[in-house]
């Protein structure tokens, strides 16, 4: 049995910098949830185990999993990265800088995802990440699905959702959104997934080769 000692152990196991730091601030003041720092943590791990030169992400936020993505995949990859607000993404592209990373290799467009994502190229996508509006999960999962390269991931953050999925008495609109999702990438026969328990909930997807 995995004690809540051991999940806060390995929720920290890999500490987080001064531009990680900074752009958790800037998430707080604008009212912003990122990625916890499990999550973080293994968004740059899937990365570089994904060898990932172009990635998309559904939601910048204010930087901290664009940050986490970037560290991860190859030193000249691309991230492409939407958001409905443009604030934040200014914070994101100040912490981008900050720490070093050239702006030839990010992409920031503002709008809503699911009009922006059909604008992007079929299969162009080595990785693609979503944490957006949950109610939509099961239409960015079409999307990214159709952006990925065969073998290339799909990850999305907030699986667990406070621990609401697993919980069948809840049913708001955001839960069933993604127990959903959850339960269709299971029950798909075609797709390797793994559902991790880091941070809100990590639901990691492979696209058929």
């Not at 500490?15 to 003041?29: G, V, Y």
């Not at 709008?111 to 109610?135: E, H, I, M, T």
Request: hydrophobic share 40%; proline share 5%; glycine share 10%.
């Amino acid at each position: 049995m995995t004690t809540e000692a051991s999940l806060a152990y390995a929720e920290q196991y890999q500490p987080e910098d001064d531009h990680l730091r900074t752009a958790r601030r800037h998430a707080e003041s604008v009212g912003v949830v990122p990625v916890l720092p499990g999550a973080r943590a293994a968004l740059t791990f899937l990365a570089g185990a994904a060898n990932a030169r172009n990635i998309a992400e559904i939601g910048t936020g204010t930087g901290v999993s664009g940050l986490a993505l970037l560290r991860g995949m190859l030193p000249d990859g691309v991230l492409t990265s939407v958001d409905l607000e443009a604030e934040n993404q200014r914070l994101a592209r100040d912490v981008f800088r900050a720490a070093g990373i050239a702006p030839t290799r990010f992409r920031l467009i503002t709008g809503s995802a699911l009009d922006v994502l059909p604008r992007l190229n079929d299969g162009g996508y080595d990785l693609v990440f979503c944490d957006g509006d949950k109610v939509e999960y099961g239409e960015y999962l079409d999307e990214a699905l159709r952006l990925t390269r065969a073998g290339g991931l799909v990850i999305f953050d907030n699986a667990l959702w406070h621990d609401r999925v697993a919980d069948p008495s809840r049913r708001d609109p955001e839960t069933v959104a993604i127990r959903e999702l959850v339960e269709r990438v299971r029950n798909d026969e075609d797709l390797t997934a793994l559902l991790l328990p880091l941070g809100d909930g990590l639901l990691v997807l492979q696209k058929p080769h």
